[in-house]
């Protein structure tokens, strides 16, 4: 379930901190922790930052892709919240860690967090949200519609409606992404919220939005705030809805993570 430290060469035997990363619908870990190789490489500040200070990053892997493709996938935000607990619980309890998330990884998140509140366990320092309204957001103001509901090609146009890149849809690759892409739209198109009446966090949150998303507003992403009584911050990132697969975006965003994650006051090195 978590994977990417020998990828993105994070490890270390005594780490100041952790950095949980969530992938968005339709894609993996190494969105986060692959920097390509040759003439693709595209290096991560991120990363860079974590070598740099002995901080490991640590990616969620969710089933039903890459080596976890025989595995079905979790369709649930809550399912996903409780396959993850017994994975991390340790080793956020030993180390302070920060949260990075995208898109419906936002909501993955906010479930663990809830559940990890539940336990007793350690908060993060810092969170980073982006591209996704807040959990609460009512049902008739979703601007997105169910998947089950559509067939095919409806399907394809909700995906392009979050700026899904045209070549998944080609002959070659949709048959490897159908399936997945059905069960990842289906953790917020059928996600019901359970925590009304609950208290806010008390870390403080860095969301962004993007100034071509055609889904999510400005005014979505804001909606966070009413669940952290720490500090807020809300940032645009000149991209759509998928800028971390935006070279440019995505050097932006990370670049802006990595300035703060080196405000933080950690443990000595």
């Known amino acids: 379930m978590l994977a990417g430290l020998a990828l993105s060469r994070t490890e270390c035997?005594?780490?100041?901190?952790?950095?949980?990363?969530?992938?968005?619908?339709?894609?993996?870990?190494?969105?986060?922790?692959?920097?390509?190789?040759?003439?693709?490489?595209?290096?991560?500040p991120l990363l860079e930052w974590c070598r740099a200070s002995a901080a490991e990053c640590l990616a969620v892997q969710p089933p039903g892709r890459n080596?976890?493709?025989?595995?079905?996938?979790?369709?649930?935000?809550?399912?996903?919240?409780?396959?993850?607990?017994?994975?991390?619980?340790?080793?956020?309890?030993?180390?302070?860690?920060?949260?990075?998330?995208?898109?419906?990884?936002?909501?993955?998140?906010?479930?663990?967090?809830?559940?990890?509140?539940q336990h007793g366990?350690?908060?993060?320092?810092?969170?980073?949200?982006?591209?996704?309204?807040?959990?609460?957001?009512?049902?008739?103001?979703?601007?997105?519609?169910?998947?089950r509901t559509l067939n095919e090609e409806e399907f394809k146009e909700e995906c392009r409606g979050w700026d899904v890149n045209e070549v998944v849809f080609s002959a070659g690759l949709w048959p490897t992404y159908h399936s997945m892409m059905r069960a990842d739209f289906t953790l917020f198109d059928a996600y019901e919220y359970q925590h009304t009446g609950k208290p806010p966090f008390s870390f403080p949150m860095t969301t962004f939005w993007g100034s071509r998303d055609r889904r999510i507003t400005a005014s979505m992403v804001s909606g966070w705030q009413t669940y952290t009584s720490?500090?807020?911050?809300?940032?645009?990132?000149?991209?759509?809805?998928?800028?971390?697969l935006d070279k440019a975006a995505k050097l932006v965003w990370l670049t802006v993570i990595a300035k703060e994650l080196s405000e933080l006051p950690l443990p000595p090195q």
């Not at 952790?18 to 290096?43: I, K, Q, S």
């Not at 030993?94 to 949260?99: F, S």
């Not at 720490?230 to 971390?244: K, V």
């Open 13 to 44: 035997s005594c780490p100041r901190l952790r950095v949980l990363c969530f992938p968005n619908a339709g894609n993996a870990e190494d969105m986060y922790t692959n920097e390509g190789t040759g003439t693709r490489r595209a290096p991560s």
């Open 67 to 117: 080596m976890r493709s025989k595995e079905p996938c979790i369709t649930s935000p809550q399912q996903m919240a409780h396959a993850l607990l017994p994975i991390v619980a340790s080793r956020l309890e030993a180390v302070p860690y920060v949260v990075v998330a995208h898109s419906v990884g936002t909501w993955n998140a906010f479930e663990l967090l809830c559940l990890l509140r």
């Open 121 to 147: 366990l350690p908060m993060p320092v810092k969170v980073f949200l982006s591209a996704m309204a807040s959990p609460n957001i009512p049902e008739d103001q979703r601007p997105w519609r169910q998947q």
């Open 230 to 244: 720490g500090p807020f911050t809300s940032q645009q990132i000149d991209g759509h809805h998928l800028w971390p």
